[in-house]
């Protein structure tokens, strides 16, 4: 399986730190080997089937849906926008994928806080990246949120760049969530509970 390339460093350092100490001590090496061997399972990047419908709107993360709400005032597509919440464990694949094709109007970094990602504050208080795709009839807007643990958001796109529904964008390490907002003429397909995966799940529908 494809392994994210931000991965490899952490990935080659536990498995060669595991290997040299288990020499000496050899619980200890299996221990830091073992940790080695999660983290090249937690950056894996699996090859998805992208729906090829124009109207739809993909997941930009694998998770759980957390909430499914009106968007906040002064959300960044105003009245009327959804707010779809994805909560993403430890375990599930945390490679960030374009929900629409278009180009990328807008990106916004801001340091903040590691609050829990699954807490509703960390929407507002965490350390996060919002990013702006722009198809020519809508926009729509996703937040990657670092989580308690995660404390390195990956953006590889730029402002004006192109990119293709499902497109790779990024990533968000060790445990994280993700916040999109939908236009008001986006028909929802989700619901809270909900699992979904990046690139291949439907969040909402375009007239």
Request: hydrophobic letters at 45%; glycine letters at 10%.
């Amino acid at each position: 399986m494809p392994i994210a390339r931000e991965g490899w460093p952490y990935v080659t350092t536990l498995l060669l730190l595991g290997a040299a100490v288990c020499l000496r001590y050899p619980w200890a090496g299996g221990a830091i080997l073992s940790l080695g061997v999660f983290t090249l399972f937690f950056f894996r990047d699996p090859e998805r089937a992208i729906p090829s419908d124009p109207r739809l709107v993909l997941s930009p993360a694998d998770g759980k849906v957390v909430k499914v709400v009106p968007a906040p005032e002064g959300n960044p597509l105003g009245a009327g926008a959804t707010q779809v919440s994805i909560f993403l464990s430890v375990f599930d694949v945390h490679v960030n994928r374009s929900p629409i094709s278009g180009r990328i109007a807008e990106v916004h970094y801001h340091k903040g806080e590691f609050l829990p990602a699954f807490d509703d504050k960390a929407s507002l208080r965490n350390e996060q990246n919002s990013v702006t795709v722009d198809d020519g009839k809508r926009r729509i807007v996703f937040k990657q949120i670092a989580g308690l643990i995660a404390r390195r958001i990956v953006f590889r796109k730029r402002v004006n760049d192109p990119v293709e529904r499902g497109e790779r964008v990024g990533l968000i390490k060790f445990g994280s969530r993700v916040d999109v907002f939908l236009p008001s003429d986006v028909r929802i397909r989700v619901k809270v509970g909900d699992r979904v995966e990046g690139g291949t799940s439907v969040l909402g529908e375009a007239p």
